[in-house]
T-cell receptor, first 108, second 114 residues
Framework: DAKTTQPNSMESNEEEPVHLPCNHSTISGTDYIHWYRQLPSQGPEYVIHGLTSNVNNRMASLAIAEDRKSSTLILHRATLRDAAVYYCILSSNNDMRFGAGTRLTVKP | DAMVIQNPRYQVTQFGKPVTLSCSQTLNHNVMYWYQQKSSQAPKLLFHYYDKDFNNEADTPDNFQSRRPNTSFCFLDIRSPGLGDAAMYLC?????????????FGSGTQLSVL
């Protein structure tokens, strides 16, 4: 199974941009890169996903490396409500297996 | 409005006493998943239904079973809960199978085993 590698934790200051990295060197050509986040005591929440091109939505941006072996989730202005565990997942035929994720702390 | 609903939010059972967790969805999605999440760990996929087709993960214990009587409902049955089965159980749906599909999660059921 393709796997992802993320830092265990990151810190950010409120209202500053946050770049959350993910390495997925074994990605196959049909794998989509998904990001979910999980706030305390809640189920995971979809953030964004993409295949090859960079993607933007109201929550975040996804920057995908040209060789697709890494990607970066960008939160343009972190708020206290963005404090969560962020999971980078490779989706193959919708087999969504979560890695360990990055715990993001946002400081006021 | 909640689209994937899990009841109850908290469930307490006794060691060895069968327990059923329920999940319903208003999205009319074809695929429903069950994940187990232990404290400070990532969610772990147990199994999923694509319509009526059941797909079990290779390392899911036999103690865990699932039923999907119709499109809207899916149940997780734990036949003989052990202390190690205490966890958050998450239900999720997707419209179809495919690596481009998004998952929609419920809020989870926190299971305690006494």
């Amino acid at each position: 199974d393709a796997k992802t590698t993320q830092p265990n934790s990151m810190e950010s200051n409120e209202e500053e941009p946050v770049h959350l990295p993910c390495n997925h060197s074994t990605i196959s050509g049909t794998d989509y890169i998904h990001w979910y986040r999980q706030l305390p005591s809640q189920g995971p929440e979809y953030v964004i996903h993409g295949l090859t091109s960079n993607v933007n939505n109201r929550m975040a941006s996804l920057a995908i490396a040209e060789d697709r072996k890494s990607s970066t989730l960008i939160l343009h202005r972190a708020t206290l409500r963005d404090a969560a565990v962020y999971y980078c997942i490779l989706s193959s035929n919708n087999d969504m297996r979560f890695g360990a994720g990055t715990r993001l702390t946002v400081k006021p | 409005d909640a689209m994937v609903i899990q009841n109850p939010r908290y469930q307490v059972t006794q060691f060895g006493k069968p327990v059923t967790l329920s999940c319903s969805q208003t999205l009319n999605h074809n695929v429903m998943y069950w994940y187990q999440q232990k404290s400070s760990q990532a969610p772990k996929l147990l199994f999923h239904y694509y319509d009526k087709d059941f797909n079990n993960e290779a390392d899911t214990p036999d103690n865990f079973q699932s039923r999907r009587p119709n499109t809207s409902f899916c149940f997780l049955d734990i036949r003989s809960p052990g202390l190690g089965d205490a966890a958050m159980y998450l239900c999720a749906t997707s419209r179809n199978k495919g690596s481009n599909e998004k998952l929609f999660f419920g809020s989870g059921t926190q299971l305690s085993v006494l």
